[in-house]
């Protein structure tokens, strides 16, 4: 299974920005493809998920309405699409797959990770 993320960059507040992540191997027994970040100083932290058989979807309180996560299964590729972007989400972002059933999901059951990427929000 691989992962690896990309689309990070500076963006000004209020900004959009698009991470992709392409995958390999995925399954459903993965039960769910999600988005983490992590940014300095703190802990990481879980940012949306879909379940990789029925794609329901979860997002942290913090990015409700602000990013929405996709997926094109055609492609095994997960998008989250950043909007409104705020300084407070200035961090690395990562895809992961993993048995992602709390809500919100746990970091700590994550089976395989992307590499990260890299999102800074300023003027």
């Known amino acids: 299974v691989q992962l690896q993320a990309s689309g990070g960059g500076l963006v000004q507040p209020g900004g959009s920005l698009r991470l992709t992540c392409a995958t390999s191997g995925v399954t459903p027994d993965h039960y769910a493809t999600g988005w983490f970040r992590q940014a300095p100083g703190k802990e990481r932290e879980g940012v949306s998920c879909?379940?990789?058989?029925?794609?329901?979807?979860y997002y942290a309180d913090s990015v409700k309405g602000r990013f929405t996560i996709s997926r094109d299964n055609a492609k095994n590729t997960l998008y989250l699409r950043m909007s409104s972007l705020k300084p407070e989400d200035t961090a690395v972002y990562y895809c992961?797959?993993?048995?992602?059933?709390?809500?919100?999901?746990?970091?700590?059951?994550?089976?395989?990770w992307g590499q990260g990427t890299l999102v800074t929000v300023s003027s």
């Open positions: 992961a797959t993993g048995n992602f059933r709390d809500y919100p999901p746990k970091p700590g059951y994550g089976d395989y």
């Open positions: 879909i379940t990789n058989d029925d794609g329901m979807i």
